[in-house]
């Protein structure tokens, strides 16, 4: 498994924007798909977005493309989450995962990720 840690999280007003980063400590992150996640209490997990090992393919959930951008990092140990056009719905903590075990599924599902972040809270306002 990878420790995650996330940042970047916090509260922005609807139409905003942040940015969210996940790194692992003491790995490079570049051989293994990455996903974020989010979760509202009382609701179960969802997929956001997932970026494959070279960073060349990228899938979101319909709800955030167009608004939404999972990138890497040049460190290769980084992934980021740009969010602009921030709305009421959106929050909820993120989480940051990755696919370490490698099951070559694209587009990743929730069970092919292996190592989790903590998690960041985002909080829009409207």
């Known amino acids: 498994q990878v420790q995650l840690v996330e940042s970047g999280g916090g509260l922005v007003q609807a139409g905003g924007s942040l940015r969210l980063s996940c790194a692992a400590s003491?790995?490079?992150?570049?051989?293994?798909?990455m996903g974020w996640f989010r979760q509202t209490p009382g609701k179960e997990r969802e997929f956001v977005a997932a970026i494959n090992w070279s960073g060349g393919r990228t899938h979101y959930t319909d709800s955030v493309k167009g608004r939404f951008t999972m990138s890497r990092g040049n460190a290769r140990n980084t992934v980021f989450l740009q969010m602009n056009g921030l709305k009421p719905e959106d929050t909820a903590v993120y989480y940051c995962a990755a696919d370490v075990v490698d099951t070559g599924r694209w587009p990743p599902m929730e069970v092919d990720f292996d190592s989790w972040g903590q998690g960041t809270q985002v909080t829009v306002s409207s």
């Open positions: 003491g790995r490079t992150l570049s051989s293994y798909a």
